[in-house]
């Protein structure tokens, strides 16, 4: 059985210390990394020229969203 001192803390690597902030070490590193996601500190990649409808999974061939749950019938 794996106790929580086998894990280190998920924003700067210590030990961790109660099992209440886990998988963090403290209030302090889960408060820090909170705070990197409401500042978009964490963020993921995306690459140039996105706006094309081919990238997008919701629009369909005409480019309508397809979402108000009505059919659809090809021309």
Do not use: I
Not at 7 to 12: D, G, I, L, S, W
Request: proline share 8%.
């Amino acid at each position: 059985m794996s106790t929580m001192t086998e894990k280190p803390c998920a924003y700067c690597g210590k030990a961790l210390r109660k099992p209440q902030f886990a998988p963090f070490c403290s209030a302090g590193c889960k408060d820090r990394d909170l705070l990197q996601w409401m500042g978009e500190g964490y963020a993921l990649p995306v690459s140039p020229g996105g706006d094309d409808e081919d990238d997008n999974p919701v629009l369909d061939k005409h480019g309508k969203d397809g979402l108000d749950g009505a059919s659809h019938v090809e021309d």
